[in-house]
């Protein structure tokens, strides 16, 4: 299983929740998306420590469609850099 991250974001835990105190620190949410199952992507998101969400932070891929002119299909891809070239999921 590959997750592929696409934002690291703080959020609360119990949004929604009454009572919430102010003291409470803001924990990480890891958004990612995950090639697991299927051959499609699915979204998730889970809850990471402060240390994790510094490591996956470096690792945040962009979402890139693209266009294969070898087999003329439009996919998405998920880049680290904008200089990087997507590639397709037909040809590799
Ligand atoms: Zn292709």
Do not use: Q
């Not at 119990?14 to 995950?34: I, M, Q």
């Not at 990471?48 to 002119?69: D, N």
């Not at 891809?77 to 070239?85: G, L, Q, V």
């Amino acid at each position: 299983m590959t997750k592929i991250t696409i934002g690291i974001y703080k959020s609360w835990r119990n949004s929604g929740k009454r009572n919430h105190r102010n003291k409470t620190k803001k924990p990480w949410c890891h958004y990612f998306v995950s090639d697991d199952y299927t051959d499609e992507f699915t979204f998730g998101t889970e809850w990471v420590s402060k240390i994790k969400a510094m490591i996956l932070k470096r690792h945040v891929y962009k979402v890139r469609r693209s266009y294969c002119f070898e087999c003329r299909l439009i996919f998405t891809a998920y880049i680290k850099k904008e200089s990087d070239t997507p590639i397709c999921p037909n040809c590799g």
